[in-house]
């Protein structure tokens, strides 16, 4: 069973969420949608703020905003292990102009969870989970800040996805281009090119490689990596040289119109219960023709063959807790990945609860350092250049 610890958070965490639903329900009906009314965080959470010098955290941070439209942002977290030295580097870091002291790293673009409608790339949580992260597995990681609901509905944060990932695309075309053109200068810590109109970002220009990259979900960011992944095996050539090798799914947020047996059982389990979510769904879904079985909610919609689009999916590795109501479908569907012969392991956790490994009060129990320890183990069989001395 979970920890009195767990037990008594858990009661304060669901009052607190309910209450906040609850709010956004009654604030959410504006006779239309505002595309401007964007929102990333919620004002009540705890954030942190980026440094860009290594100091003593071993990583350094920066935040970018690559859309002004949609308030669209990124945190890049960069390990120490990306530099070949370390001598005078502690000042904000910027990469040596012909790339000397650098190493070329995999990337992980991690989706923060939250029901849609809270979290955020800059929270406490979140910013501790990818500092270790970024350490434990020796990759750069970006966390993107998606819009949330219900100011912005379905598909505002599948969107999100898709151009985070369009962007690291551009920005692995523009390095390459940056290195070969001799009309080039730094303005403000980017590289520019000699019309001033393509900005490259320095820290992934020296150190991204753009052929190990990796997508992680925590709980409804899990359900934005899987359609990213979705969508990059579709796109194909189109998001060279970007290739995702894998992606991580942690307790995904599925959900579907039949219940299973752990929807019956656990609907009242630790931190977030069913009826909760139900009503957070309600706030992200298009108000029109609400259905659980909606292809963002259910990858693995009855009736519908999956198959032809499941077999050319990435490596997929599954995360799931004992005493979390929605780990039967993330299971079902890490058996449909199997049952087409994508290497698909699932990581199954006695004891544990939905955001066991993620949420800033549990990161530190054995529980979530042995599942960031097993995340990391199994990765580097795909973003390693030593890859085949890993195994699982």
Not at 92 to 100: L, T
Not at 119 to 143: H, M, Y
Not at 350 to 362: E, G, P, R, S, Y
Request: charged residues 20%; hydrophobic residues 40%; proline residues 6%.
């Amino acid at each position: 069973m979970p920890s009195l610890m767990v037990k008594v958070y858990s009661l304060l965490f669901k009052y607190n969420l309910k209450h906040r639903l609850q709010a956004l329900t009654e604030s959410s009906t504006p006779p239309t949608p505002n595309p401007f009314n964007c929102v990333i965080s919620r004002t009540d959470e705890t954030i942190t703020t980026s440094n860009p010098s290594f100091s003593n955290n071993e990583v350094a941070i920066k935040d970018l905003h690559i859309d002004p439209l949609t308030s669209l942002s990124l945190r890049i977290f960069l390990p120490q292990s990306a530099l070949i030295s370390t001598e005078g580097v502690y000042g904000g870091y910027i990469p040596d102009k012909n790339a000397k002291n650098c190493k070329k790293m995999p990337v992980i673009l991690q989706f923060h969870g939250g029901a849609w409608v809270s979290g955020g790339n800059d929270t406490v949580s979140n910013d501790v989970f990818c500092r270790k992260l970024a350490k434990s597995c020796d990759a750069i990681v970006i966390a993107i800040g998606y819009r949330l609901a219900p100011e912005s509905r379905y598909p505002a944060a599948f969107e999100d996805g898709v151009m985070a990932i369009k962007w690291l695309a551009k920005q692995a075309n523009l390095a390459e281009c940056s290195r070969s053109s001799l009309d080039k200068r730094i303005v403000n810590g980017q590289i520019v090119d000699g019309f001033g109109a393509s900005m490259v970002e320095p820290w992934l220009a020296a150190h991204l490689d753009p052929s190990r990259c990796v997508l992680l979900g925590v709980s409804c960011g899990a359900n934005i990596a899987n359609y990213v992944a979705r969508y990059a095996v579709e796109a194909g050539k189109r998001l060279d040289p970007i290739i995702v090798v894998a992606q991580i799914l942690m307790y995904p947020f599925f959900i579907g119109n039949i219940p299973t047996h752990s929807e019956t059982k656990l609907a009242n389990s630790y931190l977030y219960d069913k009826a909760t979510c139900i009503l957070a769904w309600k706030l992200f879904l298009p108000e029109t023709d609400f259905n659980l079985d909606h292809l963002a909610a259910n990858p693995l919609i009855p009736g519908n063959e999956t198959s032809l689009n499941l077999k050319h999916m990435p490596p997929t590795l599954t995360v799931v807790a004992q005493y979390d109501w929605m780990r039967d479908r993330a299971i079902a569907y890490s058996e449909e990945l199997r049952r087409v012969n994508v290497d698909a392991p699932l990581l199954d956790y006695k004891d544990a609860v939905h955001d066991f490994a993620t949420l800033n009060v549990l990161q530190k129990t054995p529980k979530a350092q042995a599942c960031l320890e097993d995340i990391s183990i199994w990765v580097k069989k795909y973003i390693s250049l030593r890859g085949n001395e890993f195994s699982y």
